[in-house]
């Protein structure tokens, strides 16, 4: 009986995944190009610790995109293999 | 009478399972969700949004291990503890039916409590873990009622 409502739960928590990880490439992509920007910059007018912190940013930037498409899935398949049946 | 229970633990149980997918699809959602929110704030230089996000990651982790992990144990533990057939006859069917029916409605309400505060979380909102806690208290509480209500009532009705 809740197999039809399911699906279309799931249909949707699909695409609302696909959105959400397309838009987190879209930001980290924005996100990279300010920081070598923000390097370029700093490295044209000598400013060693703006080119510093931009390094670090794009760095982490790549760490937490990353950890997210990494991390999550495996995440989930913990939970998935810890659903529990009906307990009565 | 062992019809219409099983036909009604098997609609509890249908339930149960979707609600339990959907809770894993929304917690999927509100994972990624507060990544999003961690990469935009990292950027943005908000370190205050950074921490927010990645208390809420680990507040969705702790929802859903106390969902699936807690919840079943409570349940399995409250129902051991309620008289099924106490006396005889028709008291003794219902007594079976209605533990039956009181476990299987705390079941789904404190996984409904679970997924209303990972829904929460999901749409960004504060992940309502204590209002989870106080329905599962609820429900708990319901069911301990319950397990010394039944046999004053099959007491009070008759037995053999």
């Keep these: ?59 982490g930037l790549v760490i937490i995109v990353l950890f997210a498409f990494l991390f999550l899935p495996q995440i989930g398949e913990l939970l998935k293999s810890f659903q529990p049946k009906a307990p009565f | 009478m062992s019809d219409a229970s099983s036909l009604l633990l098997t609609f509890l149980r249908d339930a149960w399972m979707a609600l339990a997918g959907a809770f894993l699809a929304f917690a999927l959602l509100a994972g990624i969700a507060q990544m999003l929110r961690v990469s935009s704030a990292s950027v943005l230089g908000a370190n205050l949004w950074v921490w927010e996000s990645v208390s809420a990651l680990l507040s969705i982790v702790v929802i859903g291990l106390f969902a699936f992990l807690g919840i079943p144990q409570i349940v399995n533990a409250l129902q051991s503890s309620l008289p099924g057939g106490v006396g005889c006859g028709p008291i003794s069917e219902l007594g079976t039916l209605a533990s039956g029916l009181i476990g299987g409605l705390a079941a789904l309400r404190m996984l409904k409590a679970a997924f209303t505060s990972m829904l929460s979380a999901s749409i960004g909102g504060a992940s309502t873990f204590a209002s989870a806690l106080i329905e599962c208290g609820e429900a708990i509480f319901g069911m301990i009622l319950a397990g010394v209500a039944m046999p004053l009532a099959a007491w009070f009705l008759g037995t053999c």
Excluded: H, K, N
């Design chain 1, 1 to 59: 009986m809740f197999d039809p409502i399911m699906e279309q739960i799931l249909a949707i928590a699909r695409d609302a995944w696909a959105f959400m990880a397309g838009l987190l490439i879209v930001v980290a992509l924005l996100g990279g190009l300010y920081f070598v920007l923000q390097g370029t910059a700093g490295m044209a007018f000598g400013g060693s610790r703006m080119t510093s912190m931009a390094i670090i940013g794009v760095v």
